[in-house]
């Protein structure tokens, strides 16, 4: 008697996190690092104009990691940085990163801002480079406020139904590089269950922005995880789902327009094979036969070429006068 075999449902296929999501969710991020500089380093800045995206940067620096660079609306440029662990060859890439955005002129003047985890050590002073200090990086560090201390705050605000101050959701994005006696991931992980207790309005911005941290801070394994744990949560896998459809779009219409490039180009090639064909049977009928080098000629024609060898194969007399134009 045969066992019948019991089959494993299959799990759901959760939504991949894709490049765009994750550079959607850092974007997320970079606002409340911006957002935090005048409210917890007293550093003031122009307003953001806009992010500005830059490939070639990118080559001296790590590449899992994404850029946190904007435009102010006084034309200076505002790198933002974080390190958990600030090492002197850090240091250096963020200086090389400076100089080339300098030298392409993509901005005229540069602020780094290096965001230090709890374990960096003693911060470095500010470093100015160039002319009028065109190139400047200045180190902060959130000791005000432990992060279990933070956290316990925003549960029992949460848990009290209370508002929230643009404080609370910016301590609650910035936990990852508070002071913490246990590991980052957890730390964060009580953020995020914080952060779903928020008015739904905010919540996109504080799980986008925690995650964000996460990927920055951490490696890419525990940025995975911290999605795993968080898929099913309507906001998260509305964001995901949105952010893939927009790669999806874009990848779409970058097809399509290659496609439609692809379509002209066949088309004229189709064109170019018939007017071959044509100058081929009107050579042969007059003439009889083709010569070599006119056939070499013929093989690689232009449309303009072909029309105008059509005309002069039709008006001359002798195969002999064509070859000689």
């Known amino acids: 008697m045969s066992k019948q075999r019991t089959r494993t449902p299959k799990r759901p296929v959760p939504t991949p996190v894709t490049s765009q999501a994750v550079d959607a969710l850092f974007k997320l991020a ?12 007293s ?4 307003p953001v104009e806009r992010q ?3 490939e070639l940067p990118r080559v001296v620096l790590d590449l899992k990691r994404l850029d946190l660079l ?5 034309g200076t440029g505002l790198n933002l940085e974080c390190q958990m662990h600030l090492r002197h060859h850090d240091l250096w890439r963020f200086i090389a990163y400076g100089m080339i955005l300098l030298q392409k002129g993509i901005v005229p003047r540069l602020l780094t801002v290096v965001f230090c985890g709890p374990d960096t050590g003693k911060l470095p002073e500010p470093i100015e480079i160039g002319p009028s200090a065109a190139f400047r990086m200045v180190f902060v560090r959130l000791v005000a406020e432990q992060a279990e201390a933070a956290l316990a705050r925003l549960q029992t605000t949460a848990a009290q139904g209370a508002a929230w101050t643009d404080t609370d959701r910016l301590d609650l994005v910035l936990l990852p590089l508070m002071p913490h006696t246990r590991d980052t991931e957890s730390v964060i992980r009580d953020g995020l269950d914080v952060a779903l207790q928020l008015p739904e309005a905010w919540q996109e911005l504080a799980i ?4 964000a941290m996460a990927y920055h801070v951490e490696d890419r394994a525990v940025f995975n995880r911290l999605v795993d744990a968080m898929r099913g949560t309507t906001v998260l896998d509305k964001y995901l789902k949105e952010e893939r459809l927009k790669g999806l779009e874009k990848g779409r219409e970058e097809g399509l327009e290659k496609g439609r490039e692809e379509g002209r180009e066949e088309g004229l090639e189709k064109g170019r094979e018939e007017a ?6 009107v050579l042969l009928r007059r003439f009889g036969s083709i010569p070599t080098s006119l056939e070499a000629r013929i093989a690689v024609a232009n449309g303009d070429t072909l029309a105008a060898l059509l005309d002069q194969a039709l008006a001359t007399t002798s195969v002999d006068d064509l070859l000689a134009r």
Do not use: E, N, S, W
């Not at 970079?30 to 380093?41: E, M, N, R, S, Y």
């Not at 904007?70 to 006084?74: F, G, P, Q």
């Open 276 to 281: 071959r064909m044509m100058l081929r049977r």
């Open 52 to 54: 500005l995206t830059t």
């Open 208 to 211: 986008g922005g925690l995650l």
């Open 70 to 74: 904007y435009k102010l609306t006084d």
């Open 43 to 46: 550093i003031t800045v122009a």
């Open 30 to 41: 970079g606002t409340q690092l911006v957002a935090a500089l005048p409210h917890k380093f």
